[in-house]
């Protein structure tokens, strides 16, 4: 069992910055893979980012390259800084935990890969 706690969101105005912090629990020993999702408003939710368990692999929404980062300092903290945020940004964004055996590639981008989820940060980005 894994507890995710996510951080950080907030109310930014276009073109501005935040960062996001998900701090894990728990038995962070299985933990491989680290991911954020985000489901706006009337809409599914998408996969934003993915970092792997040796932080040596990350993946990223095309929506979301170039502007946000993902890292991590070791199985506990998990961040996402967002840069250049605008309106279509806005949502409530989610961190999940993959666990070992760990997803690879293509698989990383997907929910179902992931075992344990945060309960979610509010990002709002106004124009």
């Known amino acids: 069992q894994v507890q995710l706690v996510e951080s950080g969101g907030g109310l930014v105005q276009a073109g501005g910055s935040l960062r996001l912090s998900c701090a894990a629990s728990?038995?962070?020993?299985?933990?491989?893979?680290m991911g954020w999702f985000r489901q706006g408003p009337g809409k599914e939710r998408e996969f934003v980012a993915a970092?792997?368990?040796?932080?040596?692999?990350t993946y990223y929404a095309d929506s979301v390259k170039g502007r946000f980062t993902i890292s991590r300092e070791n199985a506990k903290n998990t961040y996402l800084q967002m840069n250049s945020l605008n309106i279509e940004d806005t949502a409530v964004y989610y961190c999940?935990?993959?666990?070992?055996?760990?997803?690879?590639?293509?698989?990383?981008?997907?929910?179902?890969?992931?075992?344990?989820w945060g309960q979610g940060t509010q990002v709002t980005v106004s124009s």
């Open positions: 999940a935990a993959d666990h070992f055996p760990m997803c690879s590639g293509y698989d990383c981008y997907e929910e179902g890969s992931y075992r344990d």
């Open positions: 728990g038995r962070t020993s299985s933990i491989g893979t």
């Open positions: 970092i792997s368990w040796s932080g040596g692999s």
